[in-house]
T-cell receptor, first 114, second 112 residues
Framework: NAGVMQNPRHLVRRRGQEARLRCSPM?????VYWYRQLPEEGLKFMVY????????ESGMPKERFSAEFPKEGPSILRIQQVVRGDSAAYFC????????????FGPGTRLTVL | GNSVTQMEGPVTLSEEAFLTINCTYT??????LFWYVQYPGEGLQLLLKATKADDKGSNKGFEATYRKETTSFHLEKGSVQVSDSAVYFC???????????FGTGTKLQVIP
């Protein structure tokens, strides 16, 4: 059973461009979480999604950030008009239905905004 | 709200030394507690967990005991190796499909 997959692993964007980060949860997991890790800091929750639904987006910045988890395909975290402060590692996690306490993390996407 | 406080690093130890990384938490109800490890340039790996008071989680020589009376979940290892050099995150989860609350991480460097 493959783990949580994220791509790309590294993404470089210039200010004002869009960044799209993808996350494929583990097989059988229908709950996805996105976290952001700023340099030298811990992880901060951004958003929790189930298939076709946003359950909790309390950690998402109000502007430029959006997330989706369509019925088919990976979850997407989209950042429009990126700024230097968006440079961070973005981690996706998923939970199995039989163990909702435990989240399994992907390797992360490291976004660098020039 | 929930919060996790862990000792600041970096922590530098010689190989085979004893390791303790302190972690305390604030939460409503009965959270599950976790330690995650992040090796340089990689994502987070679950190291160990405990789901109720007095439970001891253990893995790869690391262990931590869920102490409800002191709201603590300190990470210990009797003899560290150079390969243990990483950032360690204490975290809690309130149950169900909810977000995980992380501490700020403690960087451990083990020197030969």
């Amino acid at each position: 059973n493959a783990g949580v997959m994220q791509n790309p692993r590294h993404l470089v964007r210039r200010r004002g461009q869009e960044a799209r980060l993808r996350c494929s949860p583990m097989k059988g997991h229908s709950h996805v979480y996105w976290y952001r890790q700023l340099p030298e800091e811990g992880l901060k929750f951004m958003v929790y999604l189930q298939k076709e639904n946003i359950i909790d987006e309390s950690g998402m910045p109000k502007e430029r950030f959006s997330a989706e988890f369509p019925k088919e395909g990976p979850s997407i975290l989209r950042i429009q008009q990126v700024v230097r402060g968006d440079s961070a590692a973005y981690f996706c996690a998923s939970s199995p239905p039989t163990d909702t306490d435990t989240q399994y993390f992907g390797p992360g996407t490291r976004l660098t905004v020039l | 709200g929930n919060s996790v406080t862990q000792m600041e690093g970096p922590v530098t130890l010689s190989e085979e030394a004893f390791l303790t990384i302190n972690c305390t938490y604030t939460a409503t109800g009965y959270p599950s507690l976790f330690w995650y490890v992040q090796y340089p340039g990689e994502g987070l790996q679950l190291l160990l967990k405990a789901t109720k008071a007095d439970d001891k989680g253990s893995n790869k020589g690391f262990e931590a005991t869920y102490r409800k009376e002191t709201t603590s979940f300190h990470l210990e290892k009797g003899s560290v190796q150079v390969s243990d050099s990483a950032v360690y995150f204490c975290a809690l989860h309130s149950g169900g499909y909810q977000k995980v609350t992380f501490g700020t991480g403690t960087k451990l460097q083990v020197i030969p």
